[in-house]
């Protein structure tokens, strides 16, 4: 499932509530933010490290049915609306480096979704996959090319 305009736009909305909680003038805390998808209902809900809920909101889209992978949709929805708001959270008062954290509805780390540092910033750990498996492969053609 594709996300609409509207869904970036709920989401957007959200990101800014966050954010309005974390304003660039205060005193920085430590902390990542965890979103948490709840398919059934359509929520998205973000939390602090302690789990103090820090907005919740519906997101129209998915409360329609759909027989993608809920969460999967979920995370590139998310990650296209921080990207739109890169500026904003970015000066948002937690210390660096944070993220905003996948959960899944017991609560377990899915995947990180944007990890905020002063040197990078990463919106896919999916970029990664895979690399180990690569690096054996060339570090056994280079090995057997020298036999």
Excluded: C
């Amino acid at each position: 499932m594709k996300a609409t305009q509207q869904t970036i736009q709920q989401i957007q909305r959200a990101i800014r509530k966050v954010a309005e909680k974390f304003p660039a003038s205060a005193d920085p805390v430590l902390t990542d933010i965890h979103l948490q998808v709840k398919p059934e209902s359509g929520e998205l809900m973000a939390f602090d490290d302690d789990m103090t809920e820090l907005t919740r909101i519906v997101v129209d889209q998915w409360l329609q049915p759909t027989d993608e992978d809920m969460y999967s949709a979920a995370a590139i929805a998310i990650k296209q609306s921080i990207s739109g708001l890169r500026d904003t959270v970015e000066k948002m008062s937690i210390l660096h480096p944070f993220s905003f954290v996948m959960m899944g509805e017991d609560g377990e780390t899915m995947s990180d979704i944007y990890i905020v540092d002063d040197d990078a910033i990463i919106l896919d750990t999916e970029l990664l996959s895979g690399l180990d498996e690569e690096l054996d492969a060339f570090l056994a053609e280079l090995m057997k090319d020298n036999d």
